[in-house]
């Protein structure tokens, strides 16, 4: 794998990334000792996607604001 100093990565930051793209990663070090690897990026196969996931399968009540009411009330007291 190609090693490069840092000086010498930011005068061809262009030219290695293109490298790195079509797969030749690199190592950037300084004073000679390896500090990071840069390689393609690679995204995942099957980005996790969170939002609405649930949509459709959860129902939430009318009441909902007023559920357990009475219950609470005789625990806690009215809040009224």
Not at 47 to 69: H, N
């Amino acid at each position: 794998m190609l090693q490069v100093n840092i000086h010498e990565a930011k005068t061809n930051l262009s030219r290695l990334i293109k490298q790195a793209i079509n797969g030749e990663p690199f190592i950037i070090a300084k004073s000679g000792k390896p500090m990071v690897t840069v390689r393609a990026y690679e995204p995942p196969l099957n980005p996790a996607v969170r939002i609405g996931f649930l949509k459709g399968t959860i129902k939430v009540p009318d009441d909902f604001d007023s559920m357990g009411q009475k219950e609470i009330s005789s625990l806690f007291g009215s809040y009224e």
